[in-house]
């Protein structure tokens, strides 16, 4: 079964480092998405995708962060200057079509980041 | 506003017995409903959806949940819990064109 794919598993950074996670969305999927799971609470919706430019984000997606899909295959995440309340698991999602309508998003594994 | 209410944080069941995960949703058009588990380090994967027809929609695993649009519930459930079933339960509704909003999410707890 394809599979949405994010590296690295767990990144420890520094605070004020940028950091980037990579994944790579299923290949026939048109739309991605971030989202972010900050310990003991609930999975919140970062960013979606679609034909090179983001289509909606959420008020935490803020100028510190950025998406890219900078090949046929990636789409990243980068957080410029990290933050102690960044440290969270981030999730990556495909979808077929848009995923908040009759679409299922297809997950990776995530990528769990902790800022010190 | 959008909004998913899972009101157990935890729940723990006998190996055997029966399931019955709680989600309350508040969304103004037709909802499409979804329900995901997560295991300890792993991501999230769909048990199940709903996007319209018959109310009851059967997933993998063997859970199934029931769409009551007279309660704004998609309570899931499953008839004989097997250990390998704890985990943590997450609601989500699809809120608009892009993005799922879900719920606090329930972990359930197995007892041999």
Redesign the interface.
């Known amino acids: 079964e394809p599979e949405?794919t994010?590296t690295p598993s767990h990144q420890v950074t520094q605070m004020g480092q940028e950091v980037i996670l990579r994944c790579v969305p299923i290949s026939n999927h048109l739309?991605f998405?971030w989202?972010r799971q900050i310990l003991g609470?609930?999975?919140?919706?970062l960013v979606?995708f679609?034909n090179n430019e983001i289509?909606?984000k959420?008020e935490i997606f803020d100028d510190q962060f950025s998406v890219e899909r900078p090949d046929g295959s990636n789409f990243t995440l980068k957080i410029r200057s990290t933050k102690l309340e960044d440290s969270a698991m981030y999730?990556c999602a495909s979808s077929e079509g848009?995923?908040?309508?009759?679409y299922?998003?297809?997950?990776?594994?995530?990528t769990r980041l902790t800022v010190v | 506003a959008q909004s998913v209410t899972q009101p157990d944080i935890h729940i723990t069941v006998s190996e055997g017995a029966s399931l019955e995960l709680r989600c309350n949703y508040s969304y103004g058009a037709t909802p499409y409903l979804f329900w995901y588990v997560q295991s300890p380090g792993q991501g999230l994967q769909l048990l199940l959806k709903y996007f319209s027809g018959d109310t009851l929609v059967q997933g993998i695993k063997g859970f199934e949940a029931e769409f009551k649009r007279s309660q704004s519930s998609f309570n899931l459930r499953k008839p004989s819990v097997h250990w390998s079933d704890a985990a943590e339960y997450f609601c989500a509704v699809g809120a608009g064109t892009y993005k799922y909003i879900f719920g606090t999410g329930t972990r359930l707890k197995v007892l041999a």
Do not use: A, I, L, W
């Open positions: 949405v994010q739309y998405y989202y609470q609930k999975v919140e919706f979606s679609y289509s909606e959420s999730f848009p995923g908040g309508d009759n299922g998003y297809t997950f990776g594994s995530g």
